[in-house]
């Protein structure tokens, strides 16, 4: 059970990161971006999702991030953890440590495994993108990670990604008790194709639309293919003519995890008024995989993919990620993402296009930062 997190120390008030055409609240509990605002093309988009509740309507034994739920945030470990769900990097403290224009540096104040937990923020001018990382120093075992990012869509979207090898769910459904609330896919279930997945009556689900059932709770995964280069996730909201991109390293963080939050829970603080929030969460985290984590060896592992973060005692381990959004006024579902030195291009599937720039070298990290034991994890999102 989680404890009740105590009152965020005075000086640790949220701090904004400025850039040119660019903006966001870092919150140093829990270590949330929140506001991330971007100009483009003299359209003002904001993507990101904020929970409806205020935090003293969170139940005490609550994770304390639930509070103040919404944005993005580092899991770590992924997952039931002691010091709440998602681990001390989602419900700790993170203390500033350094700041310069456009970068802010912070510290989790309780380890993780042992290790020390350092966060990465930078804004570029001009650039409508967040490049973040995340290094552990030190430390021991492995975990799951994943950055936790969660796009607002009050009116619907749709979703397309980097070449994934199949789509699956957790071990179990995330609600079970029909009084609590309702998850709509099947458990566990793969399939390699996102806009037939398995529902949990008869019938299939398309992956590629949010929302696809009214008052549900689902999680699913989707696993990137070995020889992709750039991993990638847009998130197209036509009603606002804008998309929302998410962009990693496969080789590092392999799968990219969907949780459809759509009004599926009724207890507090959910209360059913949590609707249209799609989590987009880019990591390693073997666990949430219902049917690959129980089988020898776990497809991951054979393809040469990571399942966890394997802490170094010795040295430092990293992951990096970038969040953005650009104007996209067609609402044209995205065909491609490519990056190419420091432009990257977004076309449509009806051929609209956007070049902006990019950081090209932020995501090139050379060889595995993570490696993949099996673990099995009693699973709450």
Partial sequence: MSQPVPDPAPDLAPAT????????????????????????????????????????????DAPPHQRGLGGDFLAAPMGPDPAGLHGPAANGLWRPVAAAPGTLRAVLEAPVQGATLVKELRLVDHHPFLYQRHLFIGGSGALPVANHAMVALPRGGRLS??????????????????????????????????????GAKDGTVNLHRFPWGPAHEDFVSGVEDPASTLGWTAVVRPDEGDLFLSLKNPAHLPLTMLWHSNGGRDYPPWNGRHLGCLGVEEGAALPVLGLSAAETPDPLSAAGQPGLLTLDPLGTVEIRHVIGALHWPSGQTVAGVRLDGDRLTVTGDWGAERQVPILGAWLGLAGPAVAAPKPRLDWDA
């Fill in 161 to 198: 990604f980097s070449r994934k090898r199949w789509f699956e769910t957790l071990p179990a459904p995330l609600e079970t008790d029909p009084t609590r609330g309702r998850s709509c896919l099947a458990y566990p279930r793969r399939a390699e194709d996102p806009a037939e997945f398995p």
């Fill in 17 to 60: 990161l400025v850039a040119a055409g660019i903006s966001l609240c870092f919150a140093p509990q829990g270590g949330a971006l929140r506001d991330l605002t971007i100009q483009d093309q003299g359209a003002e988009i904001a993507p990101l999702h904020r929970a409806p509740w205020a935090a003293a309507e969170v139940p005490p």
